[in-house]
């Protein structure tokens, strides 16, 4: 299994990219801007695409890669969210007005983008690869993280979040946790804003991680653009003892 980081930013600029892994070139975990970084060739043979929450920099790239793709795919592309993030991308965005509706055209009987409803802690399988679950987390919209298992190992990836104990209660459930990917936006300065806007500080993150029984490998992503060398060096402090890096676009993580 390979997770191929097209954007863990924050916000954008120049080399930045927000949130989308890509899963073994077959499917997406998020949408942002980093899809923009995709070839047509590598957007085609993507068949789902499984969103965390309905943030801007999460599903961006959605709309565009659905434009992208009009006429040149036979099947549509299988879109797995929440109950209330689906409602929220078919309200606000696929709407004919911010957007076209691609979930129906060319047609309902086969449209280009198909909706598809998650349910809390079921898990989902991709082949006989992959298995995904989602799990809850605490964001200011509702919001889920993904465990995948696959033959090699597991890995989880928390979307944006804050300090919840129903998120390291599912975690510690798993039978193995090899690498957990989870966000760190602002830094301990900005505790206030982290707490209004759900989001981890180094300091907290560290103290929360307590809560974790499994010893993976941590991948930090989100950093805010210009904290990102502030949240470096209050990490080296706060997670002392753990095997963590942070994420940048491009980098590749593998299960080998």
């Known amino acids: 299994m390979r997770i191929k980081i097209l954007g863990c930013s924050g916000g954008v600029g120049p080399g930045l990219r927000t949130t989308s892994l890509l899963v073994d070139e077959a499917f997406l975990i998020d949408a942002?801007?980093?899809?923009?970084?995709?070839?047509?060739?590598?957007?085609?043979?993507?068949?789902h695409v499984f969103l965390t929450h309905c943030h801007l920099d999460h599903v961006c790239g959605l709309a565009f890669m659905a434009d992208n793709l009009f006429g040149l795919i036979e099947h549509p592309i299988q879109v797995h969210a929440t109950a209330e993030t689906l409602a929220t991308?078919?309200?606000?965005?696929?709407?004919?007005?911010?957007?076209?509706?691609?979930a129906e055209l060319p047609d309902e009987r086969t449209p280009l983008l198909r909706w598809c409803e998650l349910g809390i802690g079921e898990a989902f399988e991709i082949g006989p690869e992959h298995r995904l679950t989602p799990f809850r987390v605490l964001h200011t919209v509702p919001a889920v993280g993904y465990a995948i298992e696959g033959r090699r190992g597991v890995f989880a990836f928390t979307g944006d979040t804050y300090a919840d104990d129903g998120m390291w209660n599912f975690l510690n459930q798993l039978p193995r946790l090899d690498k957990l990917i989870i966000e760190i936006a602002f830094p301990d300065e900005q505790a206030a804003l982290?707490?209004?806007?759900?989001h981890f500080t180094p300091a907290?993150?560290?103290?929360?991680?307590?809560?974790?029984?499994?010893?993976?490998?941590?991948?930090?992503?989100?950093?805010?653009?210009?904290?990102?060398?502030?949240?470096?060096?209050?990490c080296k402090a706060a997670l002392r003892g753990w095997d963590y890096v942070h994420l940048r676009r491009g980098d590749t993580i593998a299960f080998d």
């Open 89 to 102: 991308l078919r309200e606000h965005i696929f709407n004919w007005k911010i957007w076209p509706d691609f």
């Open 204 to 234: 907290l993150l560290g103290s929360e991680l307590q809560k974790l029984q499994h010893r993976p490998r941590l991948y930090l992503t989100h950093h805010k653009p210009g904290c990102e060398a502030l949240i470096e060096k209050q």
């Open 32 to 47: 942002g801007t980093g899809v923009g970084d995709l070839s047509l060739a590598q957007q085609r043979r993507i068949g």
């Open 194 to 198: 982290g707490y209004a806007a759900k």
